[in-house]
Structure formats: C-alpha cells, structure tokens
C-alpha cells in the first residue's frame, strides 16, 4: 500500500509485470547515468553485443549479477551457464574479488551473506563476521591512537569469509568449495588488468604496504605500485587457494595456514628500518578453532506494502535502514529534508542501541523496527532540521502522541568521510534464488600485512569496536565478540516474489547508501539505474551533511536554507543490485563511474 502525502502520491503503472512509480510533481528530474564505456548496449554489455567489458547495466534472462568488477562478474557468470545456482556464484565470485580486490575483500576477511530461497519462499541470512580473540577486553583498544591500531596485529579479527563459503555451499550451494574457488584461481594464475582503481589504491596505501616484507613484495614490484594496463599475478594465492579447496576449511580453522596466520598477526613482518609502531595482536589458534560463521533470523520491515529484509545484528545495516524507512513512511511527504532526518535519527538509535547480541543482551531489534517506535521518533522531523546531535529513541514499546516542542537548528562540525573499503555483489539465478552479499576486510588494504607466501592480506576489523571509555556503549569489544558493521545486503520482496536486491560498501554510508537508492527508486520514481546513479548524501548523525557535488549543486540552497550543514564528500559508496522486471526479466544495475564502476552481466539477452 502507498501511503497518502500531502503532496501529489506517487502513480502507480503496471508494465509487463513491473511496477513503475511515476515521481510526484516536487522531485527532480532524475538523472541520466553515463555509461564508462561510450556506445555500451545496456542489454549485452559492450559495443557489438558480446558481455567482455565493464558495462553498468545489463537486461536480460536466465540469471543476472552485478560486482565492482569484470572477472569477478563473468566467473559468477560462467558457473551460472554452468547450472550452478545463485549461492555457487557468489561464491565464486567473491573469491574472485579476493584477487582483482584484494584491498577490499579475501578469505582473512569476513561478511553478511542474504539469500532467497526460491523453492521455500524464504529468505536466510549467514554472518560471516569476524571475531575477537578471546584474549580482548573491553580495554584492549582503550588509548591505543586509531591509526596505529588500523596497521596492526591488534586490529586483526578471527577471519569467517571461509567458514561462511563453506555454511553457505553446503546448506544451499550445489557446488564443493573446491569447485567454487577454481575460477579465482585461474584468475589469480593468468592475472588480471590493472586498472587505475587498483593503482591509486595501492598508492594510496603505499608507505604503509613498504613497511611490511610481504607486502611490499606482493603488492610493490620494484618498489612501486602496477602501472596502469599492466598485469597483476599472484600465484601465492592461487595456490593458497588450490590447497584450501582440496584441504578444506580445517587448514585455515586450526590447521597449518591458520598457525600462519597467527604467527603474522603475533609477529608482524615488519621491513628493517621502519619507523612504524606494529602493535602484536591477541589472536591465537583456538581462536581459530572456535570460529563459526552463524544463521540469523533477517531483520523485516514492511514499507509500501513490500518486505524489505536485511542483516539483523551485529550488522546494524538492516535495522538502521528498516527503521529509517518506518519513520520516513510514518511523514506525510518525503524529500531530501526528511530523508536526511530519518537517516539521522535511525543513526542515533544505532549508536545507542545496537551490537553483538551474543555481547550485548537485549538488543532491543524488534521495537527498532515496529511502526509504534518509528512513528514517534517521526514527531521530531519538522521544517527545520533537528539539533546536533539527535538523542536516542526510547524502543520501550510504550510509544504515545507527539511532544509540542520543536527540535532547533543544528550547531556545525567536522565529521570524518568514509572511504570506499568493502565490496558488494549481487546475484540471481534462473530458478529465482538471490543472493545480496557484503565482503570486507576493513579498511581499504585491511590491516596492510599481508601473510607471507600466502599471497592474501590480514583484515582489520576490530578497529570497527568503539575505542573506549564508553561505559554501557553496545560496541566495546570482547572476548569472541563480533564488531557492529554497517553492512547492509537488502533483499526487497512483492507478493511474496523477489522484486530487488542491492547493497553497497563504504563504512557506515553504506546504510545511507542503500536507504537512498531505496528512496530514489520508490519515493523520487527513479529507475533502478537512475537511482543508484544519482548524487548521494549521507546524514548520521553528524553535525554536517556529506554529500557530493551534485547533490549539493541541486539540493545545497533549499536543505541550507532548512538548518542543514553541507560538506562535500567527493564520493560515496559503489552499490550493486538486480530488479526483477517481470516474466523473467531481469536487470542487473552497477556504478557507471563511482568506484571506477562495476560490471553488470545477465546469462542471457533474450529467452
């Protein structure tokens, strides 16, 4: 159902079994995307019909998939035309991207995997989240400088991107896990294209990758980044690879390279000379041994009469985007003003309310999420834009009218910009099962240290823990504990059919990031395209808005003139989804140019 505004609702046509939503007479004009390679047929991928290069949107049958990148996109492909299912792609596909993006993603890292389960009509979920070693304390990061703890053993979790491959595969996959990591390693054997994405980020990760002997050997040939066009090899990993394949998981969760993966986080390979401050880390091998990866019940929210399902804790991607869609359905109107303050006070019940379950008893995700909840902390968005920093919500369930008073306008400061760290995908197959997945190693690089020989970086995820002191904050780390993400794989259902699937990376504006393609393509009446290509902001809980230039060229003197802050941010996130069409149609949708943008692929142009 479309909730009444008072503004003209959107209108609602149905085309070939799709819904098409038409924008209300305030919204602009959608954007035009532009395509990365000139003349690209959105259908087959490149100039001349084949599916080779690095196209933003394909249409088409029998299984779709969008990622960052082009190999990582045609082995999803490859195992679909194969007959694998959309759970064997993702697979692959993420250990693809383990190659071509190591500094985003790899098996010492970890993520939230959503799927649909066509035959049952259902949608799962899997954390592969990475872990606390059983030696941290909630003081274990107290006083320790952020930059030092980002590049070193300290901030290195237990890895679960392995564990979750394997639960994933052996509960819905109908591939071994040999099987699935075999086109990643023939990509990691061949090698792939530098391009200048892979360049400026090893440049930009460049002093601190030289501190480290296997890293600069791996990632600094001659002692500089690849030039752009050149190819990159690693045969240490595809060998890693082959071994996990025919050892199994074992080998990484207590056997032979999980000892070596303990004694890099304990005994860094620092360069001779260096002048960094390596701090060792707590991680030892039965922290290995005890890892698993871990199925949740998926957080829902209801929102247009569709079932918007996400990650439930320690994600905080799903409640904080479902709770932002509540408030923002409770309004009766939306715009960039009220999509900014529902962002911002889903953002300050996030930071109050949600961590680890396992750590954090009563984290109260049921009332985050219920319409009563959403509707009061509705009542503080006015004209104006609310006071910084917004206050938690009470999620009590006792929820009554709203207060007279009206919030004042903000005071200004600095927040810090999110880079582009993590990777999403999206994939779908010919029997309609999805699969929506988030992949991260943290920081972009991880924690800089890669295992030697190995051929694949630590992660650096226990940076994601609040510092500390912070008494009662749901966040501080402990033993076994899984930091709060931001990761928010979304799978969006009509009439119980799945309808869209998306995500994206980029710290905590990954929330921001899926909440607005979202509002873009159901409240502003964009196209799937449209939205994921039109300018962002991110608003959470911070005194200023970031947001980039085309936001603030078309919306910067309205949202000003309403008490907002705006900061550009140049950009933010690089987000991945496929909608379904109709009568088996399917859109596969990535960046045209964020990111360097992503590469979009369906099995099939026409039945």
């Known amino acids: 159902m479309i909730t009444n505004r008072s503004v003209a609702p959107l209108a609602v046509i149905l085309v070939a079994g799709s819904t098409v939503l038409t924008p209300p007479a305030w919204a602009d004009p959608p954007p035009t995307p532009q395509p990365v390679a000139p003349a690209a047929s959105p259908t087959t991928g490149r100039p001349g019909g084949g599916q080779t290069g690095k196209a933003p949107v394909a249409e088409g049958y029998g299984g779709a998939v969008s990622t960052v990148d082009p190999d990582a996109s045609r082995a999803a492909l490859k195992v679909l035309r194969r007959g694998g299912n959309a759970v064997d792609a993702a697979v692959a596909a993420a250990a693809v991207l383990g190659v071509t993006e190591p500094y985003s993603a790899g098996l010492a890292g970890g993520g939230f995997l959503l799927y649909y389960d066509a035959r049952r009509g259902k949608v799962h979920t899997i954390d592969g989240r990475e872990t606390a070693p059983k030696a941290m304390t909630a003081t274990s990061l107290e006083g320790v400088p952020f930059e030092e703890a980002v590049t070193s053993g300290l901030s290195a979790g237990v890895p679960g991107s392995v564990a979750q491959w394997e639960l994933a595969l052996r509960r819905f996959g109908t591939l071994s896990l040999r099987q699935a990591l075999q086109p990643a390693v023939e990509v990691a054997d061949r090698g792939f294209t530098v391009d200048q994405t892979f360049h400026d980020q090893t440049a930009a990760n460049a002093a601190r990758f030289a501190d480290f002997t296997s890293t600069a050997k791996l990632f600094l040939p001659g002692g500089a980044p690849p030039r752009v066009g050149s190819t990159f090899r690693n045969p240490e990993l595809a060998e890693t690879y ?10 990484l969760y207590g056997g032979r390279l999980g000892e070596e993966v303990v004694a890099t986080v304990k005994r860094p390979p620092v360069t001779p000379g260096s002048a960094r401050n390596v701090r060792p880390g707590l991680m030892e091998l039965p922290d290995l041994r005890a890892y698993r990866a871990l199925e949740r019940p998926p957080t829902k929210v209801v929102y247009k009469g569709m079932d918007v399902y996400g990650m439930a804790p320690p994600s905080s991607g799903g409640s904080t985007v479902g709770e932002a869609l509540n408030i923002l359905e409770a309004l009766p109107e939306v715009g960039p003003h009220e999509y900014l303050e529902a962002s911002r006070l889903a953002f300050a019940d996030r930071g109050r309310y949600v961590g680890d379950p396992s750590g954090v008893p009563g984290v109260p995700l049921a009332e985050l999420l219920s319409d009563g909840f959403a509707k009061e902390r509705a009542c503080l968005v006015t004209e104006r834009a609310m006071a910084h920093p917004a206050p938690a919500g009470e999620p009590d369930g006792a929820y009554g009218p709203c207060p007279a008073d009206s919030p004042a306008a903000p005071e200004t400061g600095t927040a810090a910009p999110e880079g582009p760290e993590t990777t999403h995908l999206v994939v779908a197959d010919r029997r309609g099962n999805v699969v929506a997945y988030n992949i991260t190693i943290e920081s972009t690089g991880g924690n800089g240290i890669v295992v030697p020989g190995r051929g694949f970086l630590l992660n650096n995820e226990l940076t994601d823990f609040t510092f500390g002191p912070a008494p009662g904050d749901p966040n501080l780390p402990g033993p076994g504990k899984r930091p709060r993400s931001s990761m928010a794989p979304t799978i969006v259902l009509a009439d119980g059919e799945p309808l869209l699937a998306l995500g994206s990376p980029g710290g905590s504006t990954i929330i921001t990031t899926v909440l607005q ?46 008490g907002h802050s705006l900061v550009l941010n140049p950009e933010i996130g690089a987000a991945t989804a496929v909608e379904f069409l109709g009568r088996g149609r399917l859109q596969a949708v990535a960046e045209p140019s964020r990111r360097g943008g992503g590469s979009a692929l369906v099995v099939s142009p026409a039945r």
């Open 242 to 251: 082959r071994t996990l394949g025919r050892k199994g998981p074992g080998w």
């Open 517 to 562: 393609i979202l509002v873009n393509r159901w409240e502003f009446g964009m196209s799937l395209p449209e939205a994921l290509a039109a300018p962002r902001a991110t608003q959470r809980n911070t005194a200023q808005t970031q947001a980039e230039q085309g936001f603030i060229d078309r919306h910067g003197a309205e949202l000003t003139g309403r």
